[in-house]
């Protein structure tokens, strides 16, 4: 039997973020001042749009509700999805960042900021960018060597339409 309250949430809640069709990212209770917080994660492959969000936000509050989980204080509610500049921790977030730019903390020490191409059981294939005019050249990544990733923010990536449509012309 789980002991810690944030276990006792995620077995009560990740059926209900599961049958909505999303993942349960990450649960986080807070107090800030006299309240408490409790923090709500969810994605999927596809994303989560705003109904889908509220639609989970308020199957988990009737959850809550009919439970003492949370104990008898106040508590305010937020559900939402992990941003633009998530921290890749599972397999799954690899996939969902391909095509994306990442920079990786390696193990060994070291960064390096890189496309994921592809993603597999045993690591990802990355795109590095070339500096100062060169082309950009392919590295492989397995999953041991990186230490920590997150996605980076990209405000003046051009989409493979726009690409291939320059390269036409």
Same mark, same amino acid.
């Given at each position: 039997?789980?002991?810690?309250?944030? %276990? &006792?949430?995620?077995?009560?809640? %990740?059926?209900?973020?599961?049958?909505?069709?999303?993942?349960?990212?990450?649960?986080?209770?807070?107090? *800030? /001042?006299?309240?408490?917080?409790?923090?709500?994660?969810?994605?999927?492959?596809?994303?989560?749009?705003?109904?889908?969000?509220?639609?989970?936000? &308020?199957?988990?509050?009737? $959850?809550?509700?009919?439970?003492? *989980?949370?104990?008898?204080?106040?508590?305010?509610?937020?559900?939402?999805?992990? /941003?633009?500049?998530? %921290?890749?921790?599972?397999?799954?977030?690899? *996939? &969902?960042? !391909?095509?994306?730019?990442?920079?990786?903390?390696?193990?060994?020490?070291?960064?390096?900021?890189? =496309?994921?191409?592809?993603?597999?059981?045993?690591?990802?294939?990355?795109?590095?960018?070339? !500096? $100062? /005019?060169?082309?950009?050249?392919?590295? &492989?990544?397995?999953?041991?060597?990186?230490? $920590?990733?997150?996605?980076? !923010?990209?405000?003046? =990536?051009?989409?493979?339409?726009?690409? $291939?449509?320059?390269?036409?012309?």
């Amino acid at each position: 039997m789980s002991t810690t309250q944030s %276990e &006792r949430l995620r077995e009560l809640l %990740e059926p209900l973020v599961s049958s909505q069709g999303l993942d349960l990212e990450e649960i986080a209770v807070d107090s *800030v /001042g006299r309240k408490r917080v409790l923090r709500v994660v969810v994605d999927s492959d596809t994303g989560a749009d705003l109904d889908q969000i509220a639609d989970v936000s &308020r199957a988990l509050s009737a $959850k809550l509700d009919e439970t003492n *989980v949370m104990g008898d204080g106040a508590y305010d509610l937020e559900v939402g999805t992990p /941003g633009a500049e998530r %921290e890749l921790t599972e397999h799954r977030h690899y *996939v &969902r960042a !391909v095509d994306r730019l990442v920079r990786f903390q390696l193990t060994e020490g070291g960064e390096l900021v890189a =496309r994921i191409l592809t993603v597999d059981d045993d690591g990802v294939d990355l795109e590095v960018p070339g !500096v $100062k /005019g060169r082309k950009a050249t392919t590295r &492989r990544l397995a999953f041991g060597d990186i230490a $920590k990733a997150r996605v980076q !923010v990209e405000f003046s =990536r051009k989409d493979k339409k726009d690409m $291939k449509e320059e390269e036409e012309a």
